[in-house]
């Protein structure tokens, strides 16, 4: 795909995805938005990308790397979650995306084989999803949305998107992995919901995302393992474990209570 083809598909399918995800928050709670953005919808496209130029392999390493950074994005919802009971969406960014900085360093400093990391991200989520705030995640009652709420949330989604997918091939597989999976549609829905609904409503966003990691990491994990072998079966082998993995860890979490 041209580098056109690429950016036009960034400017198509965020701003659909947040949108989307936003009306899905609103007609059935924070958590289903949030567990509809652990969709690898920006991160997947990514690893094509990158399978086409520079190759499978390199796609394969980076594939790895970003599904190491599922343990980047249990850090970011778990920060965010605990420090907004008590302060503003921007406080509670600020201390999630430092959070998220941090496990990345750490993630960045160990190289093990995929389905080691795997395993290790699954049991990081789990035990994550437990450490949540509790109350904080019931939503609030009606609320009346302005006409902007959005409308800015996709420009603000779509505007990320493209500064960071630019900047990322620069950095090398395996950094360039760890750090595409920042949460960047999380961040926009979840500091617009704290701050038009509070924090509790961004936990709900957050915890929804953690649900959708289990996916998220069966994706990557996939791709990790086929890519050598050929781009076509390897995604659709990935797009096809992520969907069932997806739909079982909604209804697994709300069966748990988690969602």
Known sequence: MSPAGALALKLILTPVLVGGASLAGRRWGS????????IPFTSGPIAFFLALDPGPRFAASAAAGIMAGTG???AF????????????WAVSL?????????????LDAFVVPAPAFFVVMIV???VFLFLMP???TRDVGQVDFPRWDIPSRMVVATAFVVVLTAAAPLLGPRLAGLLAPFPLYAT??????HRIQGGGAAVGVLRGLLLGLFAFASFFLVLALLLPNGIAVAFISAIACALAVQAASLVIGRRLGLA
């Open 94 to 106: 600020l201390a999630a995306t430092v959070a998220f900085a941090g496990a990345t360093a750490v």
């Open 31 to 38: 958590g289903v938005g949030g567990w509809l953005i652990g």
């Open 72 to 74: 980047s994005q249990a």
């Open 77 to 88: 919802c778990l920060a965010y979650s605990w420090v907004a009971q008590r302060s503003s």
């Open 124 to 126: 990081v989520l789990v």
């Open 134 to 136: 509790g109350q904080a």
């Open 188 to 193: 926009v829905l979840a500091a617009f919901a």
